[in-house]
């Protein structure tokens, strides 16, 4: 009888962990570095992109990848240059990493 309380216990404690940690995983948050981070348009038909951001930063660090992780592209845009010319890329799916002030944030980016 005493086991079957025992085991009744541990089964209710391993339930409410798992709980627990299923609403931890559940409610954690993606963190960016870059407040206002926008990449327009997003897919890209005209080979331009556009990058702002809500800091007023001297200089940006752009880097595109592919899927491979290769980098295929990196520029930095001083002062108040936004646009970037990408038409030389082929169609398809990328990663773009965006530096700015010592902080970054990744977003996917499609060519079309």
């Given at each position: 009888?005493?086991?079957?309380?025992?085991?009744?216990?541990?089964?209710?404690?391993?339930?409410?962990?798992?709980?627990?940690?299923?609403?931890?995983?559940?409610?954690?948050?993606?963190?960016?570095?870059?407040?206002?981070?926008?990449?327009?348009?997003?897919?890209?038909?005209?080979?331009?992109?556009?990058?702002?951001?809500?800091?007023?930063?001297?200089?940006?660090?752009?880097?595109?990848?592919?899927?491979?992780?290769?980098?295929?592209?990196?520029?930095?845009?001083?002062?108040?240059?936004?646009?970037?010319?990408?038409?030389?890329?082929?169609?398809?799916?990328?990663l773009?990493?965006?530096?700015?002030?010592n902080?970054?944030?990744?977003?996917?980016?499609?060519?079309?």
């Open positions: 009888m005493k086991q079957k309380y025992i085991l009744y216990i541990l089964f209710s404690l391993f339930i409410s962990v798992s709980g627990i940690a299923q609403e931890k995983k559940n409610t954690s948050t993606k963190t960016d570095g870059i407040e206002g981070l926008q990449i327009f348009p997003n897919p890209v038909t005209n080979g331009r992109i556009y990058i702002s951001t809500d800091q007023n930063s001297n200089s940006r660090e752009v880097e595109i990848y592919d899927m491979l992780g290769k980098k295929v592209y990196e520029v930095t845009l001083y002062g108040n240059n936004k646009e970037i010319n990408i038409s030389n890329l082929n169609p398809g799916i990328y773009i990493k965006v530096k700015e002030n902080t970054s944030a990744t977003r996917k980016l499609v060519i079309k």
